[in-house]
């Protein structure tokens, strides 16, 4: 299982202390949560952040933007040295163009779908992605209830990506925790994503080490 911690949960006064803990750590990838406040009913963080950040992490950088027109940030995103770039489907009305942007500025480019989106709409984009993220929560917090029906859809997405022989992994986010996370990766999840469950622990750098073990 691949694990890519989210900084939504991080100490924001002490950032450089989680950074260097999950430098340490056996994570796979640092998630980061930008919200605008439009997308989500939320704002967390932006550039300048994401900027001193990307320069004291050293792996690989998995953005995920809660933002409208994502699209738009493509070579922002693209110089920070991120790895994964995930934008909403609910957010980009020319989805196919956003892929091939991301995909042409060298990065990797997954499409997270909501809650109540359905897998089904991703049939004529899916052999494009590298990755689909489904939200097993409503985005916008951290520290939400996992949505029970989000095992559904992880086992209709794994089907869609075998029938398409499409490459693309799956990640999950939101709820991610010790009682949530062995069902997930029964139904096929590739990466999981873990904000309050890994930052909230007294030892993130286990609750990383045994994620990964699944
Ligand atoms: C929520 C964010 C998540 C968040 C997950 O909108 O996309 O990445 O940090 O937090 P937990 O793991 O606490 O549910
Ligand atoms: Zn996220």
Redesign the pocket.
Same mark, same amino acid.
């Given at each position: 299982m691949l694990i890519s911690p +989210?900084?939504? +949960?991080a100490n924001f006064i002490d950032l450089k202390s989680d950074i260097e803990m999950i430098n340490r750590s056996e994570a796979d990838w640092l %998630?980061l =949560?930008v *919200?605008d406040g439009v997308f !989500?009913p #939320?704002i967390s963080f932006g550039f300048p952040v994401l900027q001193a950040v990307a320069k004291h992490c050293t792996k690989p950088l998995d953005v %995920?933007l *809660?933002i409208t027109d994502p699209g738009k940030f493509t070579s922002q995103v693209r110089d920070l040295g991120a790895y994964m770039m995930n934008v909403h489907y609910e957010a980009c009305p020319h989805l196919h163009r956003t892929i091939q942007q991301i995909h042409t500025a060298g990065m990797k480019a997954a499409v997270t779908l909501n809650p109540h989106t359905p897998v089904s709409l991703l049939e004529d984009i899916i052999q494009d992605l590298d990755m689909v993220l489904l *939200?097993? !929560? #409503?985005?916008?917090? $951290?520290?939400?209830k996992?949505i029970p029906h989000s095992i559904q859809k992880v086992q209709a997405l794994r089907q869609l990506i075998q029938r398409t022989g499409s490459k693309a992994l799956i990640e999950v =986010? $939101?709820? !991610? #925790?010790a009682q949530t996370a062995p069902s997930l990766a029964q139904a096929g999840v590739d990466v999981l994503?873990? $904000?309050?469950? !890994?930052f909230?622990a007294e030892n993130p750098e286990q609750v990383i080490k045994e994620l990964k073990t699944l």
């Open positions: +989210s900084l939504l +949960s %998630h =949560d *919200m !989500v #939320n %995920h *809660m *939200m097993t !929560v #409503n985005p916008g917090f $951290g520290g939400q996992f =986010d $939101g709820g !991610v #925790n994503v873990a $904000g309050s469950y !890994v909230g």
